[in-house]
């Protein structure tokens, strides 16, 4: 099986525990999130893995062997790590062949990623006249070269315009439904939350979480409906009966902790209450993951409320 594995990873720098006793595994068939405040460990991580550091202990396998020993690495691994690794002075086309000479790679490969990678009608231009979000497609287009079962994009939609950020999540969303095995690091929780299916969170370079999205959001989160009514009284009344609150949100609508819609819904159609507007409010991944990260970013800024009390 196409799957990373990682075991007792460890990176120390001196004195720095970049990567501490890291175990986790990406699976194929789905996008996995890479998540973590800066310096949490998931670049280090993702070179180790890559082979481009040597780990202090531990071992990163792909496919139950490691990247370093295939003969045809680009076939086996397609990695993002660096927009900026293509040498400024060649045309993008000029760039892909050479990756695709040195893995026996067809030539007719590199005209199709270039295609599916929005760069076709500027292949014969030299890189360095490429803004960020064109360096980061041809830095997906050379991960893409080789077709390989994994792929691992350091955050792939960093410069992308908005039609950018759109093909990038297709993208990764059709590589995980072909099958393969797809690991993503971002800083966007919101972005994150529209393509991942699993999340491994870091912290310090230890691991904090390893989950399916739903599953970390609903640990994290509790029940809440919003709803709005022409009869607030009678339904507070109704709900104060089995044990809930009304409560006032914004927007003219009402809120009710601790309940899922199903029930609320229930109770008003029982007691012949009006409701105009019923929803589960869904929890966000941004809160979820500051919540968990709180105490791991080592560069937290104070809030306002918190820079008044000290």
Do not use: C
């Not at 007719?108 to 231009?125: F, H, M």
């Not at 691992?152 to 297709?170: A, T």
């Not at 009304?246 to 902790?257: A, H, I, Q, S, Y």
């Not at 229930?266 to 991944?285: F, K, M, N, V, Y």
């Amino acid at each position: 099986m196409n799957s990373i594995d990682v075991q007792e990873l460890t990176k120390v720098y001196g004195t720095t525990r970049a990567v501490d006793r890291l175990t986790f595994g990406v699976r194929p068939g789905r996008v996995t999130g890479f998540l973590g405040p800066n310096g949490a460990g998931k670049s280090t991580t993702m070179r180790l893995v890559l082979g481009l550091d040597r780990p202090t202990s531990g071992s990163a396998t792909v496919a139950g062997r490691r990247y370093a020993d295939a003969e045809e690495p680009l076939r086996r691994v397609g990695a993002l790590l660096d927009a900026h690794a293509a040498h400024g002075a060649r045309t993008a086309r000029d760039h892909l062949r050479v990756l695709a000479a040195s893995n026996r790679i067809s030539v007719r490969r590199v005209d199709r990623v270039l295609e599916e990678s929005g760069l076709a009608a500027v292949a014969g231009r030299r890189v360095r006249t490429f803004s960020l979000g064109m360096r980061q497609r041809l830095g997906v287009a050379a991960a893409l070269l080789g077709d390989p079962p994994v792929v691992m994009l350091d955050e792939p939609s960093n410069g992308l315009d908005p039609e950018g950020i759109i093909w990038i999540r297709e993208l990764m969303t059709r590589l995980a439904r072909e099958g393969r095995t797809v690991l993503v690091s971002s800083h966007l929780m919101n972005e994150t939350a529209t393509f991942a299916d699993h999340l491994v969170v870091l912290g310090q370079g230890r691991l904090l979480a390893d989950a399916p999205l739903r599953e970390f959001l609903d640990a994290r989160s509790r029940p809440r409906v919003r709803l709005r009514t022409t009869a607030p009284d009678r339904l507070r009344s109704a709900l104060a009966r089995s044990g809930f609150a009304l409560e006032p949100g914004d927007g003219g609508r009402w809120t009710v902790d601790g309940a899922k819609a199903e029930a609320i819904g229930a109770t008003a159609a029982r007691e012949g209450i009006p409701i105009l507007e019923l929803s589960d409010e869904q929890p966000s991944l941004e809160q979820a993951y500051l919540d968990l990260t709180a105490s791991e970013a080592p560069f937290a800024s104070m809030s306002p409320t918190t820079r008044q009390e000290a």
